[in-house]
């Protein structure tokens, strides 16, 4: 399981950061993303970001507020989320898998995170 942090409670228009550690297992994957998961809804796409190539992906629904990106120096891959709204509300997940790894499709991931709480209050 993956070590992911950050999260919590802001207002709308805020800004978080999530973290997810990109050593050991994670450091031979090839596909790191973000997912999240509203209570009563399927999980999401939120972003995703090819290791070697450093090429980015995003939903549509995230694109331009969201921003995810390698940290060498921590060694994770990190979730920048600005201009957060009430619908961003979710719990988050931190996922990595191999090459083959279909990166909007949560069921071809290998290792997932813990999650972690994101509220946005109006």
């Known amino acids: 399981q993956l070590q992911q942090s950050g999260g919590g409670l802001v207002q709308t228009g805020d800004s978080l950061r999530l973290s997810c550690p990109a050593t050991g297992r994670t450091s ?16 999401e796409f939120v972003a995703g970001i090819r290791w070697s190539s450093g090429n980015t992906y995003y939903s549509d629904s995230v694109k331009g507020r969201f921003t995810i990106a390698r940290d060498s ?50």
Request: with cysteine.
């Open 73 to 122: 120096a921590k060694n994770t891959v990190d979730l920048q989320m600005d201009s957060l709204q009430p619908e961003d509300t979710a719990v988050y997940y931190c996922a990595a898998g191999p090459s083959i790894t279909s990166i909007p499709d949560w069921r071809t991931y290998a290792y997932w995170g813990q999650g972690t709480q994101v509220t946005v209050s109006d």
């Open 28 to 43: 031979r994957m090839y596909v790191m993303s973000w997912f999240r998961q509203a209570p009563g809804k399927e999980r």
